[in-house]
């Protein structure tokens, strides 16, 4: 018997070469399909398969029973054979595996996605909770959901100073506002894709600005055209200046959407042609009447990565 015979023959199928000879190839084929075992798979399974009951086709398993016998004369292409439909099986059987493994992984990572999608803008503000991040992180667009949002500026870290507001916020844009009231704690912000320093009494932005309250019930108000509304403060987007930061107009009742006083103390909420919008904070009404409120912390947040901002310097 070759050395390969041994290899291939004797360690695959030890019990068959228990007593050192080799099976007779007559008596094995004499031997009838019909009487092989079946599984309950209804496949044929080889009585001396030692790998549990993974099911094996028919064509396999005669193939199998067939190839385990091999004549004297070194005919040892029927256990090559065998050895190769082997290990096609257990190939198969651990790719089965990895797959299933990796299908789980998947399912897991889409099972925790969306319960939290707002958790990397919760990490880096102290006015947000679970609910609000979330709630926020939807109305943002999607090109502005970037790896990392950054905090660059907070009046409880950086003091109440317009000056200082500008300096830290220079040159970046797309940015969040938000603003938490004394009294009320209801939060109201926006977001502008304009830059809010150099500061200037010049119209900035754009459509994709809007402005929002995001304690119960959260709100987004988003621009919109309508040709019978003022031209004038339909695009009256954002206006950045060392006396004030103001979003929106109104024509009618010369009001801003939202609009932070320069000394960062006071806001003011009321109606707006340009995000169609409703007084953003009216729990801070006195006595009924609506007007400016005193604020008790401010968040800016830089919500765009540098690639961005190098492509705007580059050109």
Known sequence: MHNHQLKYGLSHYPRQYKSGRTPNLDSSMDRSESSLPTSNHGFISSPSDDRGDWPVPDSVATMRERNRSFDDDGDDDGSLLTCLCSGVHLLGSILCQIYSESDKHKEVQLRRAPSNPGIKLKSVSHLLTKQMSNDLYSMIPETSRVSMPRLVFATYRDGWSMENLLAKTRDLDPVIILIRA??????????????????????????????????????????????????????????????????????????????????????????????????????????????????????????????????????
């Open 182 to 315: 004394l009294k009320s704690k209801v939060v109201i912000g926006a977001f502008s894709t304009a830059i809010l320093s150099p500061p200037s009494i010049r119209v900035r932005g754009n459509g994709e600005c809007f402005v929002f309250r995001l304690s119960h019930p959260s709100t987004a108000y988003r621009w919109t055209y309508i040709p019978s509304v003022n031209k004038t403060s339909q695009n009256q987007f954002v206006v950045s200046s060392r006396e004030y930061i103001a979003f929106g107009a109104s024509a009618e009742f010369g009001t801003n959407a939202l609009r932070l006083d320069g000394d960062l103390r006071t806001c003011d909420s009321g109606y707006s042609d340009t995000f169609q919008s409703d007084p953003l904070a009216p729990e801070e009404a006195d006595g009924g009447v609506l007007g400016p409120f005193e604020v008790g912390d401010i968040e800016i947040i830089h919500v765009a990565d540098s690639r961005r901002r190098q492509k705007r310097h580059s050109n």
